[in-house]
């Protein structure tokens, strides 16, 4: 049996075919376009080519962030992991996430609250002008939208794409509508993974 074996062969004939399935891509600033391309190729889903939202200017912002070695905020591990460390290093970018802190573990018992929630709270100190990456967790997204509003913290970019059928949509709908640049996927889909391909993307491009 014949097959690919080539890893870049096997990404450039992958791109090739996202390009060739929807040339409305093409009409994407070159920025957005490898954002929405690298979500694809990540999940093997097309549908992410009419779903990915990118606000105006989130893509530079990203970029910006990253070129001056940002940190960058996740909401749970596996999205940290999901991150090209060579890329990671080459920028000077610290990658931190406070789920299984022992303080965020005392004080979302002691609150009642979810870790995620905790955990972004933990973060503030490190939030103005990195990128924050909520891929699981809409109670997270639901904590950052708040302290956002109330002009606590000010990311760079917000990614938030968290997943499922509780909180999930609802969470990505109020960042829609928060004054921060931010990439997300309205409604139900979305993953850590898809998290992850947004901030590569941009980690390739810089």
């Known amino acids: 049996m014949n097959f690919m074996n080539d890893p870049c062969a096997i990404e450039e004939r992958s791109m090739a075919i ?5 040339p409305e891509l093409n009409r994407l600033p070159v920025e957005e376009r490898q954002i929405v391309k690298r979500v694809i190729h990540t999940t093997g889903d097309l549908s992410y080519g009419g779903l990915v939202r990118i606000s105006p200017g989130a893509a530079t912002a990203g970029l910006a962030a990253v070129r001056a070695g940002r940190p960058v905020i996740t909401d749970v591990n596996m ?12 920028f000077g970018i610290k990658v ?9 573990v005392a004080e979302a018992r002691a609150q ?3 870790r995620a929630m905790a955990a972004m709270r933990l973060a503030v100190p490190e939030m103005d002008g990195g990128i924050v990456a909520v891929g699981n967790a809409p109670t997270a997204l639901f904590v ?10 000010s990311p ?5 794409t968290p997943v499922g059928f509780v909180g999930a949509a609802e969470s990505k ?5 928060m004054p ?3 990439i997300t996927v309205p409604g139900t889909k979305g993953g850590s993974t898809v998290a992850a391909a947004v901030v590569n993307a941009l980690l390739y491009m810089a």
């Open 144 to 153: 950052l939208c708040e302290l956002i509003r109330r002009g606590e913290v």
């Open 180 to 182: 921060v640049p931010h």
């Open 79 to 90: 999205l940290k992991t999901g991150l090209n460390p060579g890329r990671l290093e080459a």
């Open 18 to 22: 996202i390009e060739e399935n929807l």
């Open 156 to 160: 760079a970019l917000v990614v938030g």
């Open 112 to 114: 009642g609250i979810t």
């Open 173 to 177: 709908e109020m960042l829609m509508g």
């Open 96 to 104: 931190n996430c406070y789920i299984r802190d022992p303080r965020v």
